[in-house]
Nanobody, 125 residues
Framework: QVQLVESGGGLVQAGGSLRLSCAASGRTFSSSAMGWFRQAPGKEREFVATISWSGDSTYYADSVKGRFTISRDNAKNTVYLQVNSLKPEDTAVYYC??????????????????WGQGTQVTVSS
């Protein structure tokens, strides 16, 4: 059974940092694109960042560009999201996902096949 498990969320003050992790199990995703999305209360889920199968290509939402960094360790079947310079508007549940049919970066949520349960990030002002 495929599972994606996020961790690393928490409560942090504005300007702070966190490192989110997403561990995959059940199969290897080393040949697939992976991504992070987030959903704030009362809002739709939105794209945050995506990374190609090799890690050579990344793409970010404009709102997080320069503050967030996505990376992956295929040997550990894990993808990371380093979130720096956090703002209150970054408060959301963060989800990782895998796009089995894509090797390169992909933004559209419908391209992703499996999702984690999410990890809460709360940024206080």
């Amino acid at each position: 059974q495929v599972q994606l498990v996020e961790s690393g969320g928490g409560l942090v003050q504005a300007g702070g940092s966190l490192r989110l992790s997403c561990a995959a199990s059940g199969r290897t995703f080393s040949s697939s694109a992976m991504g992070w999305f987030r959903q704030a209360p009362g809002k739709e889920r939105e794209f945050v960042a995506t990374i190609s199968w090799s890690g050579d290509s990344t793409y970010y939402a404009d709102s997080v560009k320069g503050r967030f960094t996505i990376s992956r360790d295929n040997a550990k079947n894990t993808v990371y999201l380093q979130v720096n310079s956090l703002k209150p508007e970054d408060t959301a549940v963060y989800y990782c996902a895998v796009a089995l049919r894509w090797r390169n970066v992909v933004v559209t949520s419908s391209a992703y096949d499996y999702w984690g349960q999410g990890t809460q990030v709360t940024v206080s002002s």
